[in-house]
């Protein structure tokens, strides 16, 4: 008799972790669908769950390890690949010193547990030098926040009269969210979208503002200008709260409405118009902001000024404004305090200290260069789990060039990607649905778990691997769990849930109960306790003190050679980053990337959608086909192309050598590019 079974889980074909009921037939999982009772997903999911299915139990899956040899590559024993990998990592300690090896984190593996536990193996290996994709995913974003309040807000969408979304998409990239705003629309509540292209979410706005790419910046203060001017401000909250004000005024001063418009290509209409909607519904606005501000050569200091607005408004911690979540406070999985590694000069950390001090990881970028160069010193073995920097990150010849550079490259991934293809060793991985960690939802501070539902035998989750590969090297005490279910029991004992309580609740548990206004009874939580208008943390850093607003490249110094501005990376429905493009289904759908054009820029280059064109900026060039635009759904000269496309990868022409000062992002936003039509249809016949 077939064996039917039910397994709640959380999803993680993208980041929002819906939770879902995974139908098995005697161990095999034949449907997913959403669950019902979950606050957030609530019995939906987006087309992107099913294909899980596709992905667990695809023909081209890695099931065995493999090591490359003169002859090519030759499957072995799993036991037999960690001896081997924990011999070479040995040598090359042995050779270099300790700080020589380094850890690469990807995306998808997920953040928050995965990402201690890799950073955990580093620092126990003895290596400061702890790398991932949070170079160039959110920690632009969540830096901004935590030097300006302490801590990285979260809109309280459903509640809030005001919503500005700036540089994001949930529609595409977080459908959830898009519920709650269309809840609060529903209500009456505004929303101001702010980007280039009229995207879903700005196609559902009150204002959509399109501003030229990269001067988010210059609008925010522009807002400020006339917020002070109308004195549409919280004076009490901001005199209570806040230090720096008064250098933040001055520093408004110079962005007059006639200003910011010029900067910006908004119209000084819009830019009265959004300060007054805000000034109507405050305290309860609320904003997200997305990539869309963050690949930018001065994004780190758009976001703080983009923050500034909820000072002014008052409108923190309050209902329906931007809150500050509590956390989940689970056991610290993290070294650092017990074996501090920053004498051994991690890479990149004078250049970048905030994101060192902060976060305790180093550039992605200034690593892939010390691997070429060997200065400081020498970089020569990665453990590398769920990322695939040759698609994903800038420059991408220069990433092989480091990759290959390495003595020793391993690489962990479900399939063979361009980085296991020149790895010594690729390992095989589990997928979202073949382990056990938890996942906290932080509008609603919820907790929830994600269950091991299947297992292949020699498909390692990252925590068993890291496991393996610790009690090899002699420093076993430090991963002492069976398994990542016991290691996730320990997690939680301070939080007084249990692994068995999760399990009886797909829906999660509410951690604790959310509370506005925690700024009248309890300090900030800034390191001096009021919110930073002016970082004084910054100054010392040899920063300027007030978000310092930067045009720019191709509006300071426009360069003819390359007069169009190219946006990368919006998202798409189908796609997530580099993956899902050996799902057919979809590829039946989305076959190709398309770089976006406005109509008027195709006709004067004499393009009809479906041609292909060479897109060419300073580092490199990559051909893809044109999709042509309504005239409003994208600013005339600017041009847009998704990313994570093995042909046609758009990361050919990104700057690596273009960083944000304080964050060290790089700019794969905004980039100076000329386009030229080709007589070639080869990139469409090769994907046929
Ligand atoms: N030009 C440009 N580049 C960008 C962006 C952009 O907007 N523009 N966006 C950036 C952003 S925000 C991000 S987050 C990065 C993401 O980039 P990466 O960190 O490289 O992550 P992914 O592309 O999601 O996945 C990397 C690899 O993980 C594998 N994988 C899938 N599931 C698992 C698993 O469960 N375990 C393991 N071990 N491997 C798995 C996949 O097969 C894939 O090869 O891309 C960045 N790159
Ligand atoms: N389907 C799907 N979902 C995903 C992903 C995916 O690849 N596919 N990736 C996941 C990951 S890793 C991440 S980090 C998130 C990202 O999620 P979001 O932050 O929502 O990013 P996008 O969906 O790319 O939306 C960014 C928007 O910013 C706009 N934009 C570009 N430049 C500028 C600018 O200078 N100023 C302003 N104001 N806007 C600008 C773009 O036109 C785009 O509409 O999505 C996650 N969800
Ligand atoms: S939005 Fe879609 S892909 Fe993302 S977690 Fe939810 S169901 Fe999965
Ligand atoms: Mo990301």
């Not at 595409?172 to 609060?184: G, K, L, N, Q, V």
């Not at 418009?261 to 904003?287: D, F, R, W």
């Not at 690593?367 to 020569?380: D, F, Q, R, V």
């Not at 301070?494 to 700024?519: A, F, N, S």
């Amino acid at each position: 008799m077939t064996q039917r079974e039910i397994v709640n889980t959380l999803c993680r074909m993208c980041g929002d972790h819906c939770t879902l009921n995974v139908y098995l037939e005697d161990g095999v999982i034949v449907n997913i669908e959403g669950y019902k009772h979950s606050p957030w997903n609530q019995g939906k999911t987006c087309s992107k769950a099913k294909a899980a299915i596709d992905m667990v139990y695809h023909p081209e899956r890695i099931k065995k390890p493999l090591k490359r040899t003169a002859e090519g590559w030759q499957e072995i024993g799993l036991e037999q690949a960690l001896d081997e990998i924990a011999e070479k990592i040995k040598k090359i300690q042995t050779q270099y010193g300790d700080r020589s090896m380094t850890v690469w984190k990807g995306e998808a593996t997920g953040f928050n547990q995965q990402e201690e536990l890799a950073k955990r193996f580093c620092q126990a290996m003895g290596s400061p030098n702890y790398l991932s994709v949070d170079s160039l995913c959110f920690t632009t974003r969540s830096t901004g926040y935590i030097l300006q309040w302490g801590t990285w807000p979260e809109p309280d969408l459903e509640n809030s009269d005001c919503i500005l979304m700036w540089g994001a998409n949930p529609p595409i990239s977080h459908p959830f969210m898009t519920r709650m705003i269309m809840d609060a629309k529903e209500k009456g509540a505004k929303l101001i979208v702010m980007d280039p292209r009229r995207s879903l979410i700005a196609r559902k706005a009150d204002v959509h503002v399109a501003l030229r790419a990269g001067t988010d910046g210059a609008f925010a203060w522009g807002l400020m200008h006339v917020m002070i001017e109308k004195g549409w401000t919280d004076r009490e909250w901001i005199e209570e709260y806040t230090i720096g004000y008064e250098k933040l005024a001055d520093y408004a001063k110079k962005f007059t409405p006639e200003f910011t418009a010029t900067e910006t290509g908004v119209s000084i209409e819009t830019i009265y118009q959004v300060a007054e909607l805000m000034n109507l519904a405050k305290p309860k606005v609320c904003h997200r902001v997305g990539l869309g501000l963050e690949h930018h050569q001065n994004g780190l200091n758009n976001v703080r000024a983009v923050s500034c607005l909820d000072a002014l408004n008052g409108s923190f911690d309050v209902k329906g404004g931007n809150l500050h979540v509590e956390s989940l406070g689970v056991n610290d999985l993290s070294l650092y305090n017990e074996i501090p590694l920053e004498y051994l000069e991690p890479i990149g950390a004078k250049d970048f200290p905030v994101l060192y001090q902060l976060r305790h990881e180093i550039n992605t970028m200034t690593a892939l260069e010390t691997m070429i160069s060997g200065n400081p010193y020498p970089i020569k073995g990665m453990l590398m789990t769920a990322g695939n920097p040759i698609r994903t990150n800038p420059n991408a010849k220069k990433v092989k060039k480091a990759l290959e550079s390495l003595d020793l490259l391993v690489v962990r991934d479900i399939f063979m990607s361009e980085c296991c293809e020149v790895a010594d060793y690729v390992l095989p991985a589990a997928t979202f649905l073949e382990r056990t960690d938890i996942e906290t939802t932080r509008n609603y501070q919820v907790v929830s778990l994600r269950q091991k539902v299947i297992e292949f035998p020699e498909c390692q989750d990252d925590y068993q691997f890291f496991h393996d590969m610790a009690h090899r090297l002699g420093f076993g005490k430090y991963f002492p769990w069976k398994n990542e279910r016991e290691m996730t029991a320990w997690l939680l004992e301070p939080t007084g849930i249990t692994v068995e309580d999760l399990e009886r609740h797909p829906e999660g548990i509410k951690y604790k109960p959310t509370q506005y206004q925690k700024w009248k009874k309890e300090k900030l939580p800034s390191s001096t306790g009021k919110v930073e208008l002016a970082s004084d943390y910054l100054k010392k850093l040899g920063y300027p003190e007030v978000p310092q607003y930067i045009s720019p490249e191709y509006i300071a110094h426009p360069n003819p050679e390359y007069p169009y501005t190219l946006i990368t990376g919006s998202r798409k429905q189908l796609y997530v980053n580099s993956r899902n493009r050996n799902i057919p289904r979809f590829l039946a759908l989305r076959p190709n990337p398309e770089v976006e054009m406005h109509p008027e820029d195709a006709e004067k280059n004499n393009l009809v959608a479906g041609d292909i064109v060479k897109i060419t900026s300073r580092v490199g060039s990559v051909e893809m086909p044109v999709e042509i635009m309504a005239s409003r759904d994208i600013l005339k000269g600017h041009l847009q192309a998704p990313n994570g496309w093995g042909q046609s990868n758009i990361n050919m022409l990104t700057h690596d050598d273009i960083l944000d000062p304080i964050s060290g992002y790089p700019l794969l936003k905004g980039i100076m590019v000329k386009i030229t039509k080709t007589e070639s249809n080869a990139l469409i016949d090769d994907l046929k």
